[in-house]
């Protein structure tokens, strides 16, 4: 299973849709936004993903914390947010 990453540009419910549809397989999905744009389009995405999901009978929670990612060589901090099945 990949990491869903999110970019400020990202569209809200393309976003949703992979949310959903690695959920739907793997019952686990992780999103990963680095800077204030990417994580509120992050944010709107775990929230429609939720209503699509709830659509199914699928109830989720997102669990966030901060995670250190490299690129190119450089350390950056980023917001990692885990869905889970209620």
């Not at 299973?1 to 397989?25: H, L, Y």
């Amino acid at each position: 299973m990949d990491i869903i990453k999110v970019k400020g540009t990202s569209r809200t419910s393309a976003v949703a849709g992979a949310i959903a549809g690695v959920f739907r397989e793997y019952k686990l999905a992780e999103v990963q936004a680095i800077g204030a744009s990417a994580v509120n389009q992050a944010v709107k995405a775990l929230a429609l993903s939720r209503s699509y999901l709830a659509q199914d009978g699928i109830d989720v929670v997102f669990i966030s914390e901060f995670v250190d990612v490299e690129i190119d060589e450089k350390v950056r901090t980023a917001i990692k947010f885990t869905v889970e099945q209620r």
